[in-house]
């Protein structure tokens, strides 16, 4: 896999040796273990968020055995994480707690934020809510930071070789072409 010109390898793996996950292990060595699926997630009260956490659900095994390691980033608390993550049985994933959106707007990921009310009055974002996120996920109230945007990284040792930057927060990522 190619890198992506997302920074240099150094700028790349000196923030990935500075974030660590819940359990305290960091992405350095996570990503140096086997390749990780990075999934930066808006905040839990998103009805987009909890469906990729439910997207992931469902690929978890195809996940395990192309040895892909899901890592979830998010801007909530530990608590209200746990619960998300254990109700789409993804209890046991390594989770980063970045309530300050540092890690989101960091150069190397440089995660764009929108207003939520402009992501509310696009056409295509409220069909997507109604048709597809509002009858699995349901609604939520803003938890965090609502301007938040999310993305998906895709990281083999300290280089990123795949991303998905998200234009809407509707947007539907094809995670098996980001990890082929």
Not at 110 to 139: C, D, E, F, I, T
Not at 167 to 176: F, G, H, Q, S, V
């Amino acid at each position: 896999m190619a890198a992506l010109a997302t920074g240099s390898v150094d700028e790349t793996e000196a923030i990935l040796a500075s974030v660590h996950t819940e359990s305290g292990v960091n992405l350095l060595a996570l990503a140096e273990d086997s390749p990780v699926l990075l999934v930066f997630l808006r905040h839990f009260g998103c009805p987009f968020c909890r469906k990729a956490i439910s997207d992931v659900a469902e690929i978890q095994q195809v996940l395990a055995d192309r040895g892909v390691r899901p890592v979830f980033v998010h801007l909530g608390t530990p608590e209200i994480a746990k619960a998300h993550f254990d109700y789409y049985g993804l209890g046991s994933v390594e989770r980063v707690h970045d309530p300050g959106a540092t890690i989101y707007q960091h150069p190397v990921f440089a995660l764009s934020r929108q207003h939520p009310l402009s992501a509310l009055l696009n056409p295509v974002v409220l069909w997507a809510w109604l048709k597809r996120a509002l009858v699995k996920h349901g609604m939520g109230m803003i938890q965090g930071d609502g301007h938040q945007m999310p993305g998906i990284f895709v990281l083999n040792g300290p280089t990123i070789v795949r991303r998905f930057i998200y234009r809407t927060i509707a947007d539907e990522p094809d995670y098996l072409s980001l990890i082929a």
